[in-house]
Structures are given as structure tokens and as C-alpha cells.
């Protein structure tokens, strides 16, 4: 199968969503000189084109595409061609009513916004399959085609007619029977039994809250629809091209799409990525990303969509810093990419993103924008030949798990204060604090290359995956858990006595007697071995069962005396989920005792530090200059200075040290 390196050969992919359609041709001939000034060698075209390459059913206006296409070769920029299906024209609609999706209270999803289009319609596939040939066909030769992107983000929902067929049809294949059907869903309850398969819909707008295994089946038909939609196109593309990557961005984190199972689809794996530039914790977000990507990946990685500036969806959108793009970039490239991409190339002037930065900015050429996209330009160029398919993996893993979050995230919860992104962000952090890089894992992934595995919270586990984890911490490796893991099975049926019975033996628990959540805001003291901190979130009334190698009990209240943390050996339990710089310390001491070291020793910590192969990258995410001790020589290959021993950062600055 091809794979990214086909596409990038050896140069880091710059570029970004190229929409020419929105500017008349003069233009198109200045973005090719600009994008040639700013070192630009990729772009993506045809994310939205649908109504200007098909105006009417059946019309095919391909033109404008050529002269691009051509345009593009001549200036030296490949093209990643994306098939137009995010978004039908308005006759699609019109004409056929049945490619528009409906909402869980019935609603319609009209054109004229965007990602109108239901996953389960027949004639929007058809559509679809026939433009996406079509475009197969006139460009697979064309040679500024680097690589195929297919659709763009994947996230639409639908609850109409044909959806309710297609989400029969795909309970048939997994349940088989309706007799198993009823039992997985625990239909007993409130008298849901069903007789027939046409009485099951998708789980629709209803008087009171729904059966929960219903949601979670609809998650996972959802992700499987939007996947068969990819495929689909993918195959078609592949048919005219097989030596061309196939990819279709992801959303960040994003609940809809189980990511693990599409990137078995993928050639490519890539996301957008848009952390908030006022967010204090903006660069953990995007290592938390950047990580899950890099994981799916197992190699490079794709950055398709960035802002250059602000984004346009916030409340409040601020532009980036003087340094921020530049920054937030190469913290990209360290963890991996070796595509940096943005959203996109030149700023709209009319449609709902016109305020959503570009990489030309209204301010043009002599914007700080572009001159600040140039500069970054010349920096990937020096680096490419340095990182480009370089990989490098982690010795911690983070476990995660789409079903596990579905399964956890509906009503009828003891707490809508515990959000699962939430938790995984605040574990994440904790390990991104302490300067260890992580991978993202699923739960039945071959977990032994790593030294310490750590579990944010999997409310639902299937059988094999636990066998994983005891398999896991048998054969050496050490385990933190935190609550709320193990309790449901795949079905969300709940586990006799609130968790996995294997599991509470691993841990040393007796008995799980109630869980005790917490309020916003409120804690529980803990008064551990290292000191006491607080607990957060929740709490639980446990009972150990005597083979606890170490406790730390809560302090005062209900639980006074009883277990927050328990070790047993090398697999740790945490109850309650400590402050952040508790978590912190606490897996910090955990991971030198499991034998892993910090990127490097004595950082500051508004610095990261990261390597990929044999380089180190310095990121540092201060305003205020930084001095970081790097013992020997090295160069540094944003400026070829030779360093020794201590290198100094700018604001925003960023050193790339080869020994
Ligand atoms: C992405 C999308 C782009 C653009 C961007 C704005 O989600 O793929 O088309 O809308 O957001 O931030």
C-alpha cells in the first residue's frame, strides 16, 4: 500500500485548502507565485467543489480544475485532490430529498450550510461514487496528483428513514437474532422487548431517557456508515491510482468516529488541529493530538488543517501571537507530521468563514500572517531532509478507547461532572508536565514494548482487553487505572459487584461498596507516602482485600481511612482523581520506577522537549526566554549554531539539536 512518503518524497508537505473558485483568475496566478515565496509544495483542491465541477445533475465542468491542475504542476506545488462529497449542491437536495439527513427530533438538515448529506442515502452514493470517478479518471494521470483526500471530516448523524434501515440491517449483522438483540440491549427493561426487526429505530428524540446499548449501537453503526462512505470513494480512487495515498481528515478527539478502526482504512493518516491560542494549555492539546495521531499512524503523520490566525467557530476568536504558528508547527513536526497544512491558503472574503484566518490574511502580502507563513517556509525546508519519515515511539502508553467513551458518555450517569475528554486531557497533561512522551494505545492493542501503561478511564471493557491488561502486568508491566474502568461490559450490562473481578484482584479489592462523585469543585484529602493532595471528580467507598503493597487513604468525610489509591505490585488504582500537579508527581514517581526517563532532565516547564529519531526538539511555550541545560555539543538546525551545553530560547522559540 502506498503511504505518506510517496506523496511528501522527502520533503515536508506546507501548503494547505486551496479554494480557487472563490477568487477569479488573476488571483490564482498570484497565489502561485506566493505560495513559490513562502517554499508552499502542497495543496488541496476540491474540498467544497462539488456544484462548480457537477452545476447541474449529470454536467461535468472540469476546466477551471484543469487550468489549476496545470497551474499548480508548472509552479512546482502537487496537488492533494479531494473528492467534493462534504458538501452536494443545492439540486441534490431538490431534487432528491432522500440525501438529506434528519435529526433525533425529526428535523431536516437543509442545503445551504455544509455536510448535508445523509451516510445511508442510496442516491447520494451513487452521487458521490459517480463524480469521484469521474475525477478519477481525468486526473489520476495528471502529474501534480500527489495524493487522494477524501470527503472532509466525516461527522454526520442521521436518524430518517433509510438510516433506520440501514441501522436494521447492520443489527441483523451483528446480533443475528432478535432474541440476542433484546438481551444486549436489555430490552426487560421499561418494556422495550422487540417482536420485529422493523420496530427498532434509531434511538430518536423520546419522552424519557433511552435504552443506553441503543445509543452505543448507534455510535458504532454511525462510525461504520461514515467508514463505508470513505471506503467506498477510496476504493474508486485507488482503482485509477493504486501507487497514491488515500487519506480523509480527522477531527481532533472527536466522539463520532471510532479512529482506530478507520485508520485500518487509511494509507494516511491526518487531523485538523485548531487549539484555542489563548488556552493556557493550547500546546498540550496539541501534543495530546498530535500523539493519538502519531499512534494511529504507527509512522508520519498528516497536519491537514491549521489556522494560520484565528479560527471563526470560537465565542471570542484571537489571533496567534507573533511566534505561536511558528511554534505550535515545528511542535507538530517533533511529534511526527510530516505534513504541516492549514486551513487554508488564502483568506475568504465572502461566506460564513470569511473572519477565519488564511495563510494570506485580508493584510495580504505584507501581512504578519504571510510573513510569518513565509519564514516558517524556510524552516520546514531546512528540516526536511533531516525528519521526514522519521518515527519515534514512546515507552508510556495512554489507553483509549471510542466504545468506552460511548458507552460512558449518556444519561443516566451518577455524574455529568466526569466527562471522559475531560479525564484523558487531564492524565494526558499530567504525563506532558513531566516531560514523558506518550503513545495512544487501544485497550487489545500488544501492549508490551511499553514500560508503563495508564488507563484515564475505560468504563466499558470487552473480555479480551482485560485479559490484555492482566497479560500485560504479568509479563512485567506496570499499570495505573483510574475510576471507573472495567465496570461495563460491551453491551454497557454493568460487571457483578461494579467492576471486572479480575481486575479488582489485580488491584487488591475486596469490595467496591458505593461510588461517591463529587461536586464542582469539590475535594477530598487524600494522605499519601509523598504527601497529602486533593482529590477531585469522585471518590469511591472501596474495600481493600489485604494484598495492597501500598495505600493512600482519604482523609475526614465519609470515607475517612478507606483506599483512594491502591498498588498491588506493579498495577495502581486511583479512586479519585488527583489535583493536576499531584497527578503529575504521581505518575512522574510511578514512571521512574517503571524505568522511564523524562525527555531530559532539570527542564523548565515552559519548555518541551521531544525527539524524533536522533534529533531533540526544544519548544519553548513561554513568552519569556528560556535557558535549557543540554549537556555536549550539538547544531542546531533552525540556525546551523553550534551549541554546548546551554542553549537559549526566545519567546516562542524553538531549537532542533543534532548530537
Ligand atoms: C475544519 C474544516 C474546514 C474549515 C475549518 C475552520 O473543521 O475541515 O473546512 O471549516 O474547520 O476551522
Redesign the pocket.
Known amino acids: 500500500m502506498p503511504v505518506l512518503s510517496d506523496a511528501t518524497r522527502g520533503r515536508i508537505l506546507f501548503g494547505g ?1 486551496y479554494n480557487p473558485e472563490q477568487w477569479p483568475e488573476e488571483t490564482w496566478h498570484e497565489d502561485v507565485r506566493l505560495m513559490k515565496d513562502a517554499g508552499v509544495n502542497s495543496v488541496t483542491l476540491g ?2 467543489s462539488w456544484s462548480k465541477l457537477e452545476p447541474e445533475p449529470g454536467a461535468r465542468e472540469f476546466g477551471w480544475l484543469d487550468t489549476l491542475m496545470d497551474l499548480m504542476h508548472a509552479g512546482g506545488i502537487g496537488v492533494v485532490l479531494a473528492t467534493p462529497t462534504a458538501s452536494p449542491p443545492p439540486w441534490m437536495g431538490r431534487l432528491h430529498p432522500d440525501t438529506l439527513p434528519r435529526t433525533e427530533d425529526g428535523r431536516t438538515e437543509w442545503w445551504g450550510g455544509r455536510q448535508h448529506f445523509s451516510h445511508s442515502s442510496a442516491t447520494y452514493r451513487r452521487h458521490a461514487a459517480a463524480i469521484t470517478a469521474d475525477l478519477a479518471a481525468r486526473y489520476g494521470g495528471h502529474p501534480a496528483l500527489t495524493m487522494w483526500h477524501i470527503n ?2 466525516y461527522c454526520t448523524f442521521d436518524y430518517g428513514d433509510e438510516a433506520a434501515a440501514a441501522f436494521r440491517r447492520w443489527l441483523r449483522q451483528r446480533y443475528g437474532t432478535l432474541d440476542t438483540l433484546n438481551t444486549a440491549w436489555g430490552t426487560a427493561f421499561w418494556s422495550q422487548g422487540y417482536d420485529t426487526w422493523d420496530g427498532i429505530l434509531p434511538p430518536r428524540l423520546p419522552h424519557y431517557m433511552r435504552n443506553p446499548t441503543q445509543v452505543l449501537d448507534f455510535r458504532r453503526f454511525t462510525s461504520d456508515m461514515l467508514l463505508e462512505c470513505y471506503v467506498a470513494e477510496r476504493d474508486i480512487v485507488r482503482r485509477h491510482t493504486p501507487h497514491l495515498p488515500v487519506t480523509s ?1 480527522f ?1 481532533p478527539l472527536w466522539i463520532g468516529q471510532d479512529a482506530w478502526r478507520w485508520t485500518e482504512e487509511e494509507d494516511v493518516v491526518s487531523v ?1 488541529l ?1 487549539p484555542d491560542p489563548r488556552d493556557p494549555l493550547g500546546a498540550q492539546q496539541g501534543a495530546l493530538v498530535q500523539d493519538m495521531t502519531r499512534s494511529q499512524a504507527r509512522g508520519p503523520w498528516m497536519l491537514m ?1 491549521q ?1 494560520a490566525g484565528p ?3 470560537r465565542g471570542v476568536n484571537h489571533p496567534k501571537p507573533h511566534g505561536l504558528n511558528r511554534l505550535w508547527s515545528l511542535q507538530a513536526v517533533a511529534r511526527g507530521a510530516d505534513a504541516v497544512c492549514y ?2 491558503w488564502r483568506q475568504s472574503r465572502q461566506g460564513a ?1 470569511k473572519f ?1 484566518s488564511g495563510m494570506v490574511s485580508h493584510a495580504g502580502e505584507q501581512g504578519r500572517t504571510y510573513q510569518e507563513v513565509r519564514q516558517l517556509g524556510a524552516d520546514l525546508a531546512r528540516l526536511s531532509p533531516h525528519v521526514t519519515g522519521q518515527h519515534s515511539g514512546a515507552d508510556v502508553a495512554v489507553l483509549h478507547d471510542w466504545h468506552a467513551w460511548w458507552a460512558g458518555a449518556q444519561d443516566g450517569r451518577l455524574s455529568t461532572e466526569v466527562d471522559y475528554a475531560d479525564v484523558l486531557k487531564t492524565w494526558h497533561r499530567a504525563l506532558w508536565q513531566a516531560h514523558l512522551t506518550t503513545d495512544f494505545a487501544h485497550p487489545e492493542h500488544d501492549l508490551t514494548a511499553y514500560k508503563l501503561v495508564v488507563v484515564p478511564q475505560l468504563y466499558a471493557l470487552t473480555g479480551t482487553a482485560i485479559d490484555n491488561l492482566l497479560a500485560y502486568v504479568r509479563q512485567g508491566g506496570t499499570l495505573v487505572s483510574g475510576f471507573l474502568t472495567g465496570v461495563a461490559d460491551e453491551d454497557d450490562r454493568v460487571r457483578p459487584g461494579g467492576m471486572d473481578a479480575r481486575l479488582r484482584e489485580l488491584f487488591g479489592i475486596r469490595t467496591l461498596h458505593e461510588w461517591w462523585p463529587l461536586d464542582a469543585g469539590e475535594t477530598v484529602e487524600c494522605d499519601g507516602p509523598q504527601g497529602a493532595f486533593r482529590g477531585t471528580l469522585w471518590s469511591e467507598e472501596l474495600e481493600a482485600d489485604g494484598t495492597a503493597t501500598e495505600t493512600v487513604p482519604y482523609k475526614g468525610g465519609e470515607l475517612d481511612g478507606l483506599p483512594a489509591v491502591l498498588r498491588r505490585d506493579r498495577a495502581w488504582y486511583l479512586s479519585t482523581l488527583p489535583e493536576p500537579e499531584a497527578l503529575r508527581d504521581l505518575l512522574a514517581t510511578i514512571a521512574a520506577d517503571a524505568g522511564v526517563r523524562p525527555v531530559l532532565d532539570g527542564l523548565p516547564g515552559q519548555v518541551e522537549a521531544v525527539r524524533r529519531g536522533d534529533l531533540l526538539f526544544l519548544l519553548n511555550h513561554g513568552r519569556e526566554p528560556v535557558t535549557v541545560d543540554v549537556p555536549g555539543t550539538h547544531r542546531d538546525l533552525l540556525t546551523e549554531a553550534t551549541v554546548t551545553d546551554r542553549v537559549t530560547l526566545g519567546r516562542y522559540g524553538v531549537a532542533v539539536l543534532r548530537p
Do not use: I, K, R, T
Request: charged share 30%; glycine share 0%; no cysteine.
Open positions: 485548502d474540498v467544497f472532509n471530516e481528515n477531527m485538523d485548531y488543517e489556522a479560527v471563526n467557530w486551513f487554508q468563514e477565519h
